[in-house]
């Protein structure tokens, strides 16, 4: 998520991967700046290569699913087309 950091990422992936051990299989996916919420403008947060390589374990030990690479692929792109078209301002109504 935006403002997430790297100390949040790993509390993350630590719970993750201790519910993965109870039997959990965890869907992993990344933020998107999905146009129409709060969030249409934020940019995406950077994924470190140790975050990665976690998921991926946990992917390949079947202990997680999701499209979270792709996602995180659409997110960029999701980030540059807000950029290219801001959000209008909000007229008001006149007082009657």
Request: net charge positive.
């Amino acid at each position: 998520m935006p403002g997430e950091s790297e100390e949040d990422q790993a509390q993350s992936l630590r719970l993750a991967a201790d519910l993965a051990d109870l039997g959990a299989r965890i869907h992993t996916h990344t933020f998107m700046p999905l146009p129409g919420t709060p969030w249409r403008d934020a940019e995406p947060a950077f994924i470190p290569l140790a975050t990665m390589s976690e998921l991926d374990r946990l992917a390949q030990r079947g202990d997680a699913y999701g499209h979270w690479r792709r996602q995180a692929e659409h997110a960029a792109r999701l980030a540059e087309t807000a950029k290219a078209y801001p959000r209008r301002a909000r007229r008001r109504r006149a007082a009657d």
